[in-house]
């Protein structure tokens, strides 16, 4: 199962011998792997009864899908939102289109760009926001099945869940991989380098060393496969800050039975709460940080989560100093 995004479909391409950019075909599409869905005639819900179901406990098995959305308020930028994305100011990284930032091919090519973005994406640079600690809440009170992130920050972990709590399907700057000889190192070994705008080598081989990050292309971590196990289990599906374009994670939205509810907290409608919508599913749009903080008002966590922000940003600012 390897990574692919659907609005590049159209228009993926191969950076070819001599420079020369050709077309790349595809032959396996990920959106027919999983349950149909299908919608059922049940009652319309709306966010209050989300709350309610968490609140009551009548849901206990949260499974939460998240993208670069929750991390907007920490002040990384997302990939697809105009203007502010990613994928929209990549002028300083001189690279061809943009998804080439996470292509094999443009990477053994010119590897910079991506070390680039990896230095400022490095775990340490940013902290977690509301959204995060939300999770954690969840996460603290048993409720968390588990937590499918694609995002590379490392966010989730900084917040304090477990990770065996957490699959990061697209990957984490923890380690990191020998392309050359597929020697494994601590993702700390490349620090220094990428600090000083060096490409890291191996030690070994002197091949280049890339953190292990899913580019387009790459098979997903094996962990990405709990979600055969996880998914049939869920009694709630929660989705934030995610486009869900890309391929197979975006089709996990789909996996959970047509029975579960299904939340979207994000600003616009996307994937298939927006072409393939159940009747079960809500939608809460526009601002993540005041949808997340409505949904903890509803649940009564108003209190716990803020002296939950504040403890945990005051051991993050003092690890700083
Ligand atoms: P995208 O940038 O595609 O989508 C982020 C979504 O979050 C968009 O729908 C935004 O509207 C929404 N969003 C951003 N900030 C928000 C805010 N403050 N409030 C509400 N909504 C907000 O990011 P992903 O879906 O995570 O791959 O992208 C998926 C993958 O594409 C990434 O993992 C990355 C990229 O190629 C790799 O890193 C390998
Ligand atoms: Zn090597």
Known sequence: MVLWCRRALASLWQWGPGGVRRPISLSVGASGLFGSGGSHEKEKLSLQDIAELIRSRACQKVLVMVGAGISTPSGIPDFRSPGSGLYNNLQQYHIPYPEAIFELEFFFHNPKPFFKLAKELYPGNYKPNVAHYFLR???????????????????????????????????????ATCTVCRRSFP??????????????????????????????????PQRFFLH?????????????????????????????????????????????FAWHPRSRDVAQLGDLVRSVETLVGLLGWTEELQALVQRETGKLDGQDR
Not at 165 to 173: D, I, M, R
Not at 192 to 218: T, Y
Not at 255 to 266: F, K
């Open 137 to 175: 809440l969840l996460y603290d009170k048993g409720l968390l099945l588990r937590l499918y992130t694609q995002n590379i920050d490392g966010l989730e972990r900084v917040s304090g869940i477990h990770p065996s709590k957490l699959v990061e399907a697209h990957g984490t700057f923890a380690s």
């Open 187 to 220: 993702g700390e070994d490349c620090w220094a380098d990428v600090m000083a705008d060096r490409v890291p080598c191996c030690p070994v081989c002197n091949g280049v060393v890339k953190p292990d990050i899913v580019f387009f292309g790459e098979p997903l």
């Open 228 to 272: 055969m196990a996880d998914f049939p289990l869920a009694d709630l599906l929660l989705v934030l800050g995610t486009s869900l374009e890309v391929e197979p994670f975006a089709s996990l939205s789909e996996a959970v039975r047509s029975t579960v509810p299904r939340l979207l907290i994000n600003r616009d409608l996307v994937g298939p």
